[in-house]
């Protein structure tokens, strides 16, 4: 069963706009990670942030934690056309190693 | 740079036949991973490999499904009868450790498709 649950399913934005996407999870987690899948590709690593962390920059992504709502975000700033894909956040709890993911935001940038 | 290595890319069967997929992971990478992706949602965990050892496959569908990493390097996933419901992609992905914050690498995933 899918652990997370991206918000909203799809957006649609134009270059230079930000994108922001949101995460909602159940159960307590280790940590939390972002993955971003072109379309019929495997899934890229973006970031993970830990459950003692509460904002983390990368390059033009930042994201928020918010384990008291059990809620993440992610922020692309200034987007670009190739940031068109699929983002997925994962999360990875305190017993186990494996990645449960939700549904995903599919983020479509137009030039 | 490493990459993890998928094959085949495509397959595409009809059901009750038997299918393989073949996953060669980062060199050095202990930790194997097979995921199940229906279009439009998530990945799901099918199993988990620690060098040879399944470590988790809880999700794994015993009856038709099978795994294995005989020498704790590349792995095989197998399904035998294929079913309707099996369509999907089939994304293997490795990472170094056994850390609860270990990055996982993915390959580009097998999309099979049952008729």
């Known amino acids: 069963s899918q652990q997370g649950e991206e918000d909203p399913q799809a957006l649609s934005i134009q270059e230079g706009e930000n994108a922001t996407m949101n995460c909602s999870y159940k159960?307590?987690?280790?940590?939390l990670q972002w993955y971003r899948q072109n379309s019929g590709r495997g899934l890229v690593h973006l970031i993970l942030?830990?459950?003692?962390?509460r904002e983390k920059h990368s390059g033009r992504l930042r994201v928020t934690l918010d384990t008291s709502k059990k809620s993440s975000s992610l922020l692309i700033t200034a987007s670009r056309a190739a940031d068109t894909a699929s983002y997925f956040c994962?999360?990875?709890?305190?017993?186990?190693?494996?990645?449960?993911f939700g549904k995903g935001t599919s983020l479509l940038v137009t030039p | 740079e490493a990459e993890v290595a998928q094959s085949p890319r495509y397959k595409i069967t009809e059901k009750s036949q038997a299918v393989a997929f073949w996953c060669d992971p980062i060199s050095g990478h202990a930790t194997l991973y097979w995921y199940r992706q229906i279009l439009g949602q998530g990945p799901e965990l099918l199993v988990q490999?620690?060098?040879?050892?399944?470590?988790?496959d809880s999700q794994l569908p015993k009856d038709r499904f099978s795994a294995e990493r005989l020498k704790g390097v590349d792995s095989t996933l197998k399904i035998q009868p294929a079913e309707l419901g099996d369509s999907a992609m089939y994304l293997c992905?490795?990472?170094?450790?056994?850390?609860?914050?270990?990055?996982?690498?993915f390959g580009p995933g097998t999309r099979l498709t049952v008729l």
């Open positions: 994962a999360t990875v709890s305190n017993s186990g190693y494996a990645l449960n």
């Open positions: 159960t307590s987690i280790n940590n």
């Open positions: 992905a490795s990472s170094s450790g056994v850390g609860i914050n270990n990055e996982q690498f």
């Open positions: 942030i830990r459950s003692n962390e």
């Open positions: 490999f620690q060098d040879e050892s399944v470590v988790d």
